[in-house]
């Protein structure tokens, strides 16, 4: 196992210019506040991002993974069997649509309960040309537009039977 986990290590010193450009929109909770982690390690695989609250796995596949199909595809199925949801992206797809790659990863995260029963959720993150990318979702809508900052520091969670403990972890509010 320490050899998978120097092997990730080395990993995220050596990110694609792809990875780097997707963890910059996932890193430090910037994504609707969602802790993602890149190059983690589970059981003999490693992931390239990791939600491990919403036992999400979001990878990013180059031109490599037309060859490995059969890989990819056992590895998918064993994480399946542990409990993880995964989803895949070509490169060419993040640089051709940003936005829709990241509603993609919104909705798929809208869909675990582990919350509660999330009725909207609303968040930003800096985009790399300067502009901020907001995010406004409800159950199986999500809006995702650019424009510019105009509040800091909000929260936004409305639903039912939230689970008020898991969400203050979620937003770093735990005590």
């Keep these: ?7 990730a290590k080395q ?3 050596e990110l694609t210019k792809e990875e780097r450009r997707l963890w910059y929109l996932l890193r430090s909770r910037r994504f609707e506040n969602y802790k993602f982690r890149r190059q ?16 999400l796995a ?9 060859e490995n ?4 595809r056992q590895r998918t199925c064993w994480l ?3 409990d993880w949801h995964v989803i ?20 798929t995260l809208s869909e675990t309960e582990e919350y509660g029963i999330i009725l909207r959720a609303k968040g930003m993150l800096p985009a790399e040309d300067g502009t901020w990318i907001y995010f406004d979702m409800v159950p199986e809508e999500t809006e995702i537009r650019e424009g510019a900052p105009e509040y800091t520091g909000r929260l936004c969670v ?3 039977k939230l689970k008020e403990d898991k969400l203050a972890e979620l937003f770093g509010l735990a005590e």
């Design 40 to 55: 983690h390690p589970v059981g003999h695989y490693i992931l390239d991002f990791a939600c491990c609250a919403a036992r």
């Design 158 to 160: 409305i639903g039912s």
């Design 69 to 72: 199909q059969e890989y990819d």
């Design 88 to 107: 895949r992206f070509w490169n060419n797809e993040l640089w051709d649509n940003e936005e829709a790659v990241l509603e993609k990863i919104l909705e």
């Design 80 to 82: 399946n069997e542990k």
């Design 1 to 7: 196992m320490d050899i998978i986990r120097s092997y």
């Design 58 to 66: 979001v990878e990013l596949d180059g031109g490599q993974h037309d």
């Design 11 to 13: 990993l995220r010193r």
